[in-house]
């Protein structure tokens, strides 16, 4: 919940706007620090309503009337900053950080767009690729331009991952967590770079769009490659390395007719033949053109979603001047937990464990859990939506082409797994997705909250049908959103109103008090464990 805090006395504007004073000091945070008790029970007070003159003075202040964050106008925080007050946000549930031209959510009625393009058609008509360009440079390519950065991608993947980057992966223990190896090697990959490393090269080194390009393709042709070493090692097995472009390989994913024809090469086609290829002189992995053609459409499904909370992160990070790869890691890292990208992975723990507890008939004790607050409905909820998810009705569909395919043992691939040998249990898993699905939205619990799948509800189970290991399934979330954190790394550093992210706190500690000496400070504690300082069931909630 959004609150105000008022703050001792009006700070100066600045002359750029924000609130700081001509002698660098804060803006309007607290100057006398507030107890937690204090700051407590204020918080626990309802927040009074604001009387409407007021409400029109911040109107008659805003930079737009309507369609801000929560619905309203967007007013600058210097504005609150002039009058000694600061937003206290956390989470950032009502505070918007840019402008920004890539994507567009209608939370209240289920809107998605990348670039003004609604998802249904790209996820129809389009492929990743093609996705990931609209994202970085704002238009749909011509049949040439597709093909070119298609090549481009092509070229940074056939280069290979750098010899140190794989001895990183290769170094790690084969259990490692997918995630963790994917963030260890995206940072390990930024780190061989110094050439473009704003830290080692200078401020200036992503000054032109050339020199912001070679970051795009080196992330996006880093990403399958680091993914399919990762699969590999924990199977014991080496990378091998990308094939030279091969139709049989490259030419089969993305919609029919996308950028116009004539592409050249398929992301998603080189991923599986990284992933399943036996051996370096093995014969290519050929995967079944469904599972191609599906696995392109979950990137392009993820490939942006705005300020998530990994996005907002390598904002953040390039908001420090760091090189676009580490500010990538950090993402990965973001993404890794199970309210963002994890969830993929916990729903199909969660859906798993409904399995062994007796499926469908386990679904009511399980919800009277979740409504107890024990557990969260993973997959269920969303910061931004209040309505179905766009995304998780057209993965649910994308669910069902695959199980076919799956079922109707035609996969074509000579893989192992990835490449589409299938999971046996995904047609179990989504019955009981469904069901609990079906369950969730008819009960009070979660229509009052408006809680409903997101797109994570039903993206497991076509990784599980597909015989991925379920750590896996973040890595390919990361794939995907890869495009996004990058048009938004190059949204940020042609953004005039960016400045390094710092976000003001609340002070609620101790006030000033004099350094006791040890021998002066009693005789408690017996070396025991430091007193608990977050309640458990606070916890629980994040
Ligand atoms: N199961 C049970 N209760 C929930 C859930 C859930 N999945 N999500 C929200 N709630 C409750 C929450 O406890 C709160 O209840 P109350 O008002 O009684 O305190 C109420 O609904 C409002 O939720 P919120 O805390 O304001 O939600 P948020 O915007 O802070 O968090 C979320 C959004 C996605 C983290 C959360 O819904 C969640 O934890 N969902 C499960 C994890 C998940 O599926 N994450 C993937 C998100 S979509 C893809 C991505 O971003 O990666």
């Known amino acids: 919940m959004v609150r105000l805090l008022s703050a001792a006395a009006p700070p100066p504007s600045s002359p750029r706007g924000s609130g700081a004073s001509p002698t660098g000091a804060p803006p309007s945070a607290p100057t006398t620090p507030t107890t937690a008790a204090a700051a407590a029970a204020a918080l626990a007070a309802p927040p009074p309503r604001l009387p409407p003159s007021a409400v029109a003075a911040l109107r008659a202040a805003a930079l737009s009337p309507s369609?801000?964050?929560?619905?309203?106008?967007?007013?600058?925080?210097?504005?609150?900053?002039?009058?000694?007050?600061?937003?206290?946000?956390?989470?950032?549930?009502?505070t918007a950080s840019a402008t920004s031209t890539i994507t567009y959510i209608d939370?209240?009625?289920?809107?998605?767009?990348?670039?003004?393009?609604?998802?249904?058609?790209?996820?129809?008509?389009?492929?990743?690729?093609?996705?990931?360009?609209?994202?970085?440079?704002?238009?749909?390519?011509?049949?040439?331009?597709?093909?070119?950065?298609?090549?481009?991608?092509?070229?940074?993947?056939?280069?290979?991952?750098?010899?140190?980057?794989?001895?990183?992966?290769?170094?790690?223990?084969?259990?490692?967590?997918?995630?963790?190896?994917?963030?260890?090697?995206?940072?390990?990959?930024?780190?061989?770079?110094?050439?473009?490393?704003?830290?080692?090269a200078g401020?200036?080194?992503?000054?032109?769009?050339?020199?912001?390009?070679?970051?795009?393709?080196?992330?996006?042709?880093?990403?399958?490659?680091?993914?399919?070493?990762i699969y590999r090692h924990a199977r014991g097995r080496p990378p091998v390395s990308p094939r030279p472009y091969d139709p049989a390989i490259h030419g089969t994913a993305g919609g029919a007719g996308a950028a116009g024809g004539g592409r050249p090469f398929s992301y998603t086609g080189l991923f599986l033949d990284l992933l399943e290829r036996r051996s370096e002189g093995s014969p290519s992995a050929v995967a079944h053109p469904v599972v191609v053609r599906a696995l392109d459409?979950?990137?392009?499904?993820?490939?942006?979603?705005?300020?998530?909370?990994?996005?907002?992160?390598?904002?953040q990070l390039a908001s420090s001047g760091v090189d676009a790869t580490?500010?990538?890691?950090?993402?990965?890292?973001?993404?890794?937990?199970?309210?963002?990208?994890?969830?993929?992975?916990?729903?199909?723990?969660?859906?798993?464990?409904l399995a062994a507890a007796g499926g469908v008939a386990a679904i009511p004790d399980f919800l009277a859990t979740v409504k107890r607050g024990e557990v969260k409905l993973m997959g269920f909820g969303h910061r931004v939506y209040r309505q179905y998810d766009p995304r998780a009705t057209l993965v649910r569909r994308l669910a069902y082409e695959v199980f076919e395919a799956v079922a109707a043992g035609s996969d074509g691939s000579d893989s192992g797994g990835g490449g589409g040998s299938g999971g046996g249990g995904g047609a179990g898993l989504v019955a009981i997705a469904v069901a609990l699905e079906k369950?969730?939205?008819?009960?009070?619990?979660?229509?009052?909250?408006?809680?409903?799948?997101?797109?994570d509800f039903y993206t497991g189970v076509i990784y599980q049908a597909l015989g991925l290991d379920a750590g896996m399934y973040t890595v390919l979330f990361a794939i995907g959103r890869s495009a996004g954190w990058m048009a938004h790394w190059r949204e940020f550093l042609a953004d005039p109103e960016a400045r390094i992210a710092r976000p003001r706190q609340w002070y609620v500690?101790?006030?000033?008090?004099?350094?006791?000496?040890?021998h002066a400070r009693g005789r408690g504690g017996g070396g025991g464990p430091a007193p608990a300082v977050k309640n458990p069931a606070v916890l629980s909630k994040l």
């Open 439 to 455: 369950a969730a939205l008819a009960d009070d619990y979660f229509a009052s909250r408006r809680l409903y799948p997101n797109v």
């Open 67 to 94: 369609g801000g964050v929560g619905g309203g106008g967007l007013v600058r925080a210097s504005v609150l900053g002039a009058a000694g007050l600061t937003v206290y946000d956390p989470g950032y549930t009502n």
């Open 107 to 200: 939370g209240g009625r289920g809107i998605l767009r990348y670039r003004g393009y609604p998802i249904e058609q790209l996820a129809a008509r389009s492929h990743f690729l093609e996705a990931a360009y609209l994202l970085s440079y704002g238009e749909l390519p011509t049949a040439a331009q597709g093909a070119a950065f298609s090549s481009r991608v092509a070229a940074a993947a056939g280069a290979g991952l750098p010899a140190n980057v794989l001895a990183v992966v290769a170094a790690l223990p084969r259990g490692v967590h997918p995630m963790s190896a994917l963030v260890t090697g995206l940072a390990a990959l930024g780190g061989v770079h110094a050439e473009t490393n704003p830290a080692l």
């Open 203 to 229: 401020p200036h080194v992503y000054d032109t769009p050339a020199a912001q390009d070679v970051q795009l393709f080196r992330v996006l042709a880093a990403m399958p490659l680091l993914a399919a070493a």
């Open 509 to 518: 500690g101790a006030p000033e008090r004099a350094y006791v000496d040890v």
């Open 326 to 353: 580490t500010a990538v890691a950090g993402a990965a890292a973001a993404l890794y937990g199970p309210l963002h990208g994890g969830a993929t992975e916990a729903v199909l723990g969660m859906l798993g464990r």
């Open 297 to 315: 459409t979950l990137l392009l499904l993820h490939a942006d979603h705005e300020l998530n909370c990994s996005t907002a992160t390598v904002r």
